[in-house]
């Protein structure tokens, strides 16, 4: 075994850790080989064909024991030795200890049985017994080495994620972390909070009906993710009175007894059935999805995503709304600098002071070059020893 030592990320396996999975599968296959050796000493379709005959006679000895011994059943003691002997002679003469079947089928060879007739002729086909053990020795040892490969495939998986994350680490070190991303953050910022407040003022003083409209004209614009409202709803809402009245005022309606809301509505329980069964979808609707986020997306997909939400902006957007987009969709134009700023951004927002403290000292890259290493030595291991 390669001589091993305790290093490790904060995340990662110890060098000792690794070394013991490919030891485990390195056993694992020399158990797995030598079973296997063992049944071809004989042969597969062999084994099979004795595992079949041991079986019935063991069935045979199980069946008959109580019924064929002392002074029972002479019916059942008169088939028991028919069916045993029959069996027995029945076998191929070049089958693996057929001579075992012969003894046993022999010591029934008389007029009355015990019970001590029946545990020698099991131990006569001991031998039988132990050979076609071997096929489920080949089974349990093929299953072994199967768990033991399928450890280090997930131990590899999670070193190749482990590897992704600190080369990402590694890019975001490589960023201009004194870069000024005020430059792209306070006009985003200011176009967030402007577009959540006048979407919210929109869902709470237009009818569900408009509303609904809104987020069903949404699904031409793949690049603003609303969800879609459920079909029976929108229909509800389209084709009653109800419709008519604000998102928040149908989910307090839908709190109400029939009784008091009877008040309100015309069909108290059909607005129950449309708005309390989708009470989730209209609690959750708000004007995320038209927001642009905090590190934002490339300067392309910035570019595009502000052309859609301009053209959705128009149906409920103040004008202050629209001119601060226009400023967030003119950042996307200095592809370069857009590019270096969030690059910037993306990296202070995901570097924690421990994880610069890391990059610093040089860490993150020893981890890597560990991982790395580690990671190299499983797919060896997994070279070595393929799929079975």
């Known amino acids: 075994m390669a001589e091993t030592s305790e290093r490790t990320d904060p995340d990662g396996d110890t060098d000792a850790e690794i070394e013991t999975l490919i030891d485990s599968l390195a056993e694992a296959h020399e ?3 030598s079973a ?4 071809s000493e004989i042969g597969e379709s062999e084994l099979e064909e004795l595992a079949g005959a041991h079986d019935r006679a063991r069935s045979l000895l199980d069946r008959y024991e109580d019924r064929a011994t002392g002074s029972g059943d002479f019916e059942a003691f008169v088939r028991f030795q028919s069916e045993f002997t029959d069996h027995a002679e029945s076998l191929p003469e070049d089958l693996p200890h057929r001579g075992a079947f012969e003894r046993a089928a022999e010591r029934f060879d008389k007029r009355r049985l015990s019970t001590t007739d029946f545990e020698r002729a099991r131990e006569t086909l001991s031998e039988v017994r132990e050979t076609v053990a071997r096929l489920d020795e080949r089974r349990i040892a093929h299953e072994r080495y199967r768990d033991a490969r399928r450890a280090l495939l997930e131990r590899r998986d999670a070193l190749s994620d482990r590897i992704e994350e600190l080369e990402q680490v590694q890019r975001y070190g490589q960023a201009d972390l004194d870069a ?16 959540r407040e006048e979407f919210g003022a929109f869902r709470r003083e237009e009818s569900a009906r408009i509303v609904l409209d809104f987020l069903a004209a949404t699904a031409a614009f793949p690049l603003v993710p609303f969800d879609q409202p459920p ?9 009653s009175e109800a419709g008519t009245e604000s998102i928040p005022e149908l989910l307090t309606y839908s709190e109400y007894s029939d009784s008091k809301l009877d008040h309100y509505v015309e069909s108290p329980r059909e607005l129950k059935r449309y708005v309390a069964t989708h009470r989730t979808y209209l609690a959750n609707v708000d004007g995320e999805p038209l927001s642009i986020g905090w590190p934002p997306p490339p300067a392309d997909e910035l570019w595009w995503r502000a052309r859609e939400l301009l053209s959705m902006l128009g149906r409920f957007g103040s004008e202050e709304a629209i ?7 003119a950042l996307a134009r200095k592809e370069e600098r857009y590019e270096h700023l969030r690059g910037a951004a993306r990296a202070r927002t995901a570097l924690d002071a421990e994880t610069r403290e890391r990059l610093a000292s040089g860490e993150v890259d020893r981890d890597l070059r560990e991982a790395r290493a580690q990671r190299d030595r499983l797919e060896e291991a997994l070279s070595t020893y393929p799929a079975a």
């Open 231 to 239: 079909a029976d709803l929108r229909e509800y809402v389209e084709g």
């Open 36 to 39: 296997r050796e063992r049944v």
């Open 180 to 195: 000024p991303v005020e430059e792209l953050r306070e006009p985003i910022v200011a176009y967030d909070e402007a577009i």
């Open 323 to 329: 001119e601060k987009l226009r400023a967030v969709r």
């Open 31 to 33: 158990s797995y080989e």
